[in-house]
């Protein structure tokens, strides 16, 4: 019996294959078998999905938030309880070293578990006006949501974006990424088996220009919510403007590790090694530049060459340090990145190449790789390379770290390390970026933690309350009283 698993779109309760009838092949990243077939949704597709959540709508909406509590409770407990099988599915399907899946596994119950909690106190506020008016305000949701979910993170990303989602009343029409989303497709049955009402969330996997484009521009959608590239996002945005529609978008970013000179190397390394590879660099946040002070240089990189000759790499569910990328396209785009960056001058440390011999031609394999000395306006220090590629620059004084650190077109996250209380707070102030962490990174799932870009890594707030106000509208209500 074949393994190869089909999955359709999933509209109005009811799971179907695309009206054109047609599907993309999923591949495994470690061997490039198939994998499974998804549905090749488009527009008629994206249509069908957009009507039945808004039909969905007026009755979630209304639904007292304590039910809308309950059934997020119980997908928490749903996914908690199938987390093996998801983690191990995730793993295969995106390539990731089958610890991490665990882990995302553990953050997407969490979401759930989490915006269970506070559906039920989305507060307004009452705001005085003298004894004639009575003056409040109320959070209503957005309506119907589109969210466009990436093939990193495919089960945290979008449990990341329908938790919160739900909890506030809103309706889905999410579009999975075509090279990783196996993942999303059996979160949303899980939804559905767990009691969410029909059409409340509907998916329609597919290609980015077909069902993404036509749901990014759908005229009777009230947000768009994107988590990818930075191209993408802006034809996102430019889609979404033409119906004064919101986005929230969550792009990339060149994330820096700003290590200063009397920081606790031992106990820096192990976490700066964590930070840049997680998913073999493919993450938005991974801490893909060191900017290290001067005199700790030496003593860094020696720590770092150590560390990097631990590193094991292997099929996602071997269980390695670091898996294969998702692509040959991601593979050939991070090798392309080691090429110009050795024209640039960096010294090139570990790897810097594939991955070949017994049962690893087929993967997406590439060695992690530092490139040391790296200097500002180089492309490898500039530009998101998305893969097991960690750059490495110096700096001599506080102010040359803030300026390199704000020198890339990002700003989504980055890590101080220093022993000195006052110059890492006088650097966490400086650094232009949406999460900071002192003499740590990454915080766990980092569920509670507000999330999002400055500058070209987005806009808007993921995660924590503030995700709460990403997915509502306040209405003020003044009420005249009669004396
Ligand atoms: P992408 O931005 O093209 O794809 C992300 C999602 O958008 C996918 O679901 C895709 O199908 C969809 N999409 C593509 N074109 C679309 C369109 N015109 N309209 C609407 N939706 C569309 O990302 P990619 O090409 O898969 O990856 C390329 C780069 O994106 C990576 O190298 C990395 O820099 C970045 N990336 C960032 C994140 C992140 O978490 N911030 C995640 C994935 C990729």
């Not at 359709?8 to 599907?23: D, E, I, K, Y």
């Not at 249509?47 to 938030?65: K, S």
């Not at 993921?462 to 009283?481: F, H, M, P, W």
Request: glycine fraction near 10%.
């Amino acid at each position: 019996m074949s393994e190869i698993q089909s999955y359709g779109c999933f509209v109005n309760g009811v799971w179907a294959p695309a009206r054109s009838g047609r599907t993309v092949e999923v591949l495994d990243p470690a061997t490039g078998k198939v994998l499974a077939h998804i549905a090749r949704g488009e527009k008629t597709d994206v249509d069908a999905a957009v009507q039945a959540a808004q039909r969905a709508l007026p009755a979630w909406a209304d639904c007292p938030p304590v039910q809308r509590a309950r059934v997020l409770s119980n997908i928490a407990r749903r996914i908690a309880q199938e987390q093996d099988r998801l983690a191990r599915l995730e793993s295969q399907d995106t390539g990731k070293p089958l610890k991490q899946a665990q882990a995302d596994a553990v953050a997407a119950a969490r979401f759930f578990e989490y915006y269970a909690g506070v559906a039920d106190k989305v507060l307004g506020t009452s705001i005085p006006l003298g004894q004639e008016f009575f003056d409040f305000t109320v959070r209503e949701p957005l309506g119907v949501t589109a969210q466009i979910v990436p093939w990193n993170y495919p089960l945290q990303i979008a449990s990341r974006g329908l938790a919160p989602a739900l909890a506030t009343g809103n309706t889905i029409v999410m579009k999975p990424a075509e090279l990783a989303c196996l993942s999303v497709l059996e979160l949303t049955r899980i939804c559905h088996e767990e009691g969410l009402p029909v059409g409340v969330l509907n998916v329609v996997p597919g290609l980015g220009h077909e069902a993404g484009a036509a749901l990014a521009a759908h005229p009777d959608v009230n947000l768009v919510v994107f988590t990818g590239s930075v191209a993408t996002g802006a034809a996102v945005m430019r889609a979404a403007s033409d119906n004064i529609v919101p986005v929230l978008l969550e792009l990339g970013g060149k994330s820096p590790n700003i290590v200063l000179a009397d920081a606790d190397l031992d106990a820096a390394v192990p976490t700066l090694l964590k930070a840049a590879f997680p998913n073999s660099g493919q993450t938005c946040s991974a801490g893909s530049r060191i900017l290290v002070q001067r005199q700790a240089h030496a003593a860094l990189i020696e720590r770092l060459r150590a560390g990097l000759d631990g590193l094991t790499v292997g099929a996602g569910l071997q269980d390695p340090d670091i898996g294969p990328l998702v692509s040959r396209n991601q593979q050939q785009k991070v090798q392309d990145y080691i090429s110009i960056g050795r024209d640039e001058g960096v010294e090139v440390i570990g790897g810097g190449r594939v991955l070949e011999g017994a049962n690893l031609d087929a993967g997406n394999f590439v060695l992690p790789t530092l490139l040391d000395q790296a200097r500002a306006g180089m492309r490898v220090h500039q530009e998101e390379i998305f893969g097991p590629v960690l750059t490495i620059a110096q700096f001599d004084d506080l102010e040359e770290a803030a300026a390199l650190a704000n020198g890339t077109e990002y700003g989504l996250v980055a890590g101080i390390w220093g022993r000195d209380v006052g110059a890492t707070h006088r650097l966490a102030q400086k650094v232009k970026a949406g999460q900071v962490f002192v003499n740590c990174y990454g915080a766990g799932g980092g569920v509670e933690l507000p999330f999002g870009g400055y500058r070209k890594s987005g806009f808007g707030r993921e995660k924590g309350l503030d995700a709460l106000l990403s997915y509502t509208q306040v209405k003020n209500i003044c009420v005249r009283i009669d004396r």
